[in-house]
């Protein structure tokens, strides 16, 4: 069975702009949560959604916002980028979201120049 | 005080010893726990699970579990070159999970 897809592998944007990121969950898992990731650090929660409802919301400005599909794929949003956006964004599946064991995609590697 | 801590590293063990990465956590109400391994450049990859107390077991890798301590680490028996990667606790908190900053561990050959 596929893993947890994700798209792009990498991107590069510039200050200012936009950019969408995109996550496919396991198949038959109907939460996907958003991380990021800096050097050094573990995955900072950034949003948790469960049959297409936000569930939770990390720590992040308005800035980030995302929406899970019917097919249970979701998107990332970041708007007006910052040099510091510039992080690995990991998306991971789960059955339910509750205690259910998270498995993780290969991530997403933003770099904002 | 950091939600989950574990110390940054490095951990060398010598080729066949058993590696002990430690995480505490400071919500006492936590009731799921995670360990998962890092390689440099990679994403998070799921190793064990653990949610009563006591030990869990798969393979060379032991999970043990001790809540009154708020205390949780991963054993991992004859340690092997190819183990050398950073060891992140997670603990399940609402809808999230919280990661500390990860161990790195080097088995040397």
């Known amino acids: 069975d596929a893993g947890v897809t994700q798209s792009p592998t990498h991107l590069i944007k510039t200050r200012g702009q936009q950019v969408t990121l995109r996550c496919s969950p396991i198949s038959g898992h109907k939460s996907v949560s958003w991380y990021q990731q800096v050097l050094g650090q573990g995955p900072q929660f950034i949003f948790q959604?469960?049959?297409?409802?936000?569930?939770g919301r990390g720590n992040f400005p308005d800035r980030f916002s995302a929406r899970q599909f019917p097919n249970y794929s979701s998107e990332l949003n970041v708007n007006a980028l910052l040099l510091g956006d510039s992080a690995l964004y990991l998306c991971a599946s789960s059955f339910s979201g509750g205690s259910n064991e998270q498995y993780f995609g290969p991530g997403t590697r933003l770099t904002v120049t | 005080q950091k939600e989950v801590e574990q110390n940054s590293g490095p951990l060398s063990v010598p080729e066949g010893a058993i590696a002990s990465l430690n995480c505490t956590y400071s919500?006492?109400?936590?009731?799921?726990f995670f360990w998962y391994r890092q390689y440099s450049g990679k994403s998070p990859e799921l190793i064990m699970s653990i949610y009563s107390n006591g030990d869990k077991e798969d393979g060379r890798f032991t999970a043990q579990l001790n809540k009154a301590s708020q205390y949780v680490s991963l054993l991992i028996r004859d340690s092997q070159p190819s183990d050398s990667a950073t060891y992140l606790c997670a603990v399940m908190g609402t809808y999230k999970y919280i990661f500390g900053t990860g161990t790195r561990l080097k088995v040397l050959a």
């Open positions: 919500d006492r109400g936590s009731q799921s």
């Open positions: 959604y469960y049959e297409k409802e936000e569930r």
